[in-house]
């Protein structure tokens, strides 16, 4: 059993930077590839960024391109996502998952073995 839990969640100003970490317990999580998705009031969940196991494979969505990195840390086991210049229309919970292996139609339809609680990230004008 792999428990995931996100951190770094908060109020931010249109065109700040905020800074989201996973941490996972009860098992490492460094063979796992890991995601980070969001979800507005009312939308459905979608995928915002990935990162393989290796960490040779990156992969982010359109709308964040440009403005967020992930990356992560084995030793410590943790996976981060770096955002900047955020807009409004990028506030949502923000989940961290995690699969077994890298694939990436699996993780932009958001097929994931394991789901943190999310947290908030909330955007003002």
């Known amino acids: 059993q792999v428990q995931l839990v996100e951190s770094g969640g908060g109020l931010v100003q249109a065109g700040g930077s905020l800074r989201l970490s996973c941490a996972a317990s009860?098992?490492?999580?460094?063979?796992?590839?890991v995601g980070w998705f969001r979800q507005a009031p009312g939308k459905e969940r979608e995928f915002v960024a990935g990162i393989s196991a290796s960490s040779g494979n990156t992969l982010y969505a359109d709308s964040v391109k440009g403005r967020v990195t992930i990356s992560r840390d084995n030793r410590k086991n943790t996976v981060d996502l770096q955002m900047n210049n955020l807009k409004p229309e990028d506030a949502a919970v923000y989940y961290c998952?995690?699969?077994?292996?890298?694939?990436?139609?699996?993780?932009?339809?958001?097929?994931?073995?394991?789901w943190g609680k999310g947290s908030l990230v909330t955007v003002s004008p």
């Open positions: 998952a995690a699969r077994v292996t890298w694939s990436i139609a699996a993780m932009t339809s958001g097929r994931m073995d394991y």
């Open positions: 009860g098992r490492t999580f460094n063979p796992y590839a």
